[in-house]
């Protein structure tokens, strides 16, 4: 039933106007990816005419992982990673479940619960070989582009233990494929009760004084896609 309310709604959004599909593999336990699939295979828009995001990091619930997937240390907090292989894998799961050639943009999905048990140069090592694969599926046309999907990431001060620096994932970006690099999209909580998009000063680009997340991503050239809009309905 709640598929059949989803479809509708994706229906009606589709045929109102409304172009860009935000999901993530484990939303739902994969059937999101898929009911979306499902009605992208009827619709009557050309592919070129949605833009079609998901989000890969959490283990999905219920889904059965090949063995050695996840090598030990990958996984943290018991339902996180971001190794390689486990990114290909999801990203390889995802396409099947939409069934699409290629998403417009595979986001890492709150990144910065790798934090919780890393220290931040090993946090950055495996940033870097995420972004090491994501440039390789973005060569093969397998994503138009990549990015970051944060909760909380961006809303806290560089002092804290999840905080993501903005400019140093550029870097990594750019040491890995300079100007050409694919890394453009990050989606953050923006909305009337979690202000600090705008309003925290919280990073650097180039150099001090620190700006907003949504100066720094302005600078940087990136998209900003605002999630949590209404605060999961709050408002």
């Given at each position: 039933?709640?598929?059949?309310?989803?479809?509708?709604?994706?229906?009606?959004?589709?045929?109102?106007?409304?172009?860009?599909?935000?999901?993530?593999?484990?939303?739902?336990?994969?059937?999101?990816?898929?009911?979306?699939?499902?009605?992208?295979?009827?619709?009557?828009?050309?592919?070129?005419?949605?833009?079609?995001?998901?989000?890969?990091?959490?283990?999905?619930?219920?889904?059965?992982?090949?063995?050695?997937?996840?090598?030990?240390?990958?996984?943290?907090?018991?339902?996180?990673?971001?190794?390689?292989?486990?990114?290909?894998?999801?990203?390889?799961?995802?396409?099947?479940?939409?069934?699409?050639?290629?998403?417009?943009?595979?986001?890492?999905?709150?990144?910065?619960?790798?934090?919780?048990?890393?220290?931040?140069?090993?946090?950055?090592?495996?940033?870097?070989?995420?972004?090491?694969?994501?440039?390789?599926?973005?060569?093969?046309?397998?994503?138009?582009?990549?990015?970051?999907?944060?909760?909380?990431?961006?809303?806290?001060?560089?002092?804290?233990?999840?905080?993501?620096?903005?400019?140093?994932?550029?870097?990594?970006?750019?040491?890995?494929?300079?100007?050409?690099?694919?890394?453009?999209?990050?989606?953050?909580?923006?909305?009337?009760?979690?202000?600090?998009?705008?309003?925290?000063?919280?990073?650097?680009?180039?150099?001090p004084p620190y700006v907003s997340p949504l100066n720094a991503a302005f600078r940087l050239g990136w998209h900003t896609i605002a999630s949590a809009s209404l605060m999961s309905g709050h408002l």
């Amino acid at each position: 039933a709640a598929d059949e309310t989803y479809a509708a709604a994706l229906q009606a959004a589709l045929a109102g106007g409304i172009n860009l599909i935000d999901t993530a593999i484990n939303y739902r336990g994969q059937r999101s990816e898929r009911m979306i699939g499902r009605v992208l295979a009827v619709s009557p828009l050309p592919r070129e005419q949605v833009f079609v995001c998901t989000k890969a990091g959490f283990v999905p619930e219920g889904m059965s992982l090949p063995a050695g997937l996840i090598r030990p240390g990958d996984l943290v907090a018991g339902c996180h990673s971001m190794s390689p292989v486990f990114l290909a894998h999801q990203l390889h799961t995802s396409l099947d479940n939409l069934g699409l050639e290629a998403v417009d943009v595979f986001y890492l999905h709150n990144p910065e619960t790798q934090q919780a048990e890393l220290s931040r140069e090993e946090f950055y090592r495996r940033v870097q070989a995420a972004f090491v694969v994501l440039e390789k599926m973005a060569d093969q046309g397998r994503i138009g582009s990549y990015g970051i999907a944060t909760w909380s990431g961006l809303r806290v001060p560089p002092d804290a233990a999840d905080y993501l620096d903005l400019n140093r994932m550029v870097a990594i970006a750019r040491s890995l494929a300079g100007e050409a690099h694919h890394f453009r999209f990050v989606q953050m909580p923006y909305n009337l009760g979690m202000p600090e998009a705008y309003a925290l000063l919280n990073q650097t680009v180039e150099k001090p004084p620190y700006v907003s997340p949504l100066n720094a991503a302005f600078r940087l050239g990136w998209h900003t896609i605002a999630s949590a809009s209404l605060m999961s309905g709050h408002l």
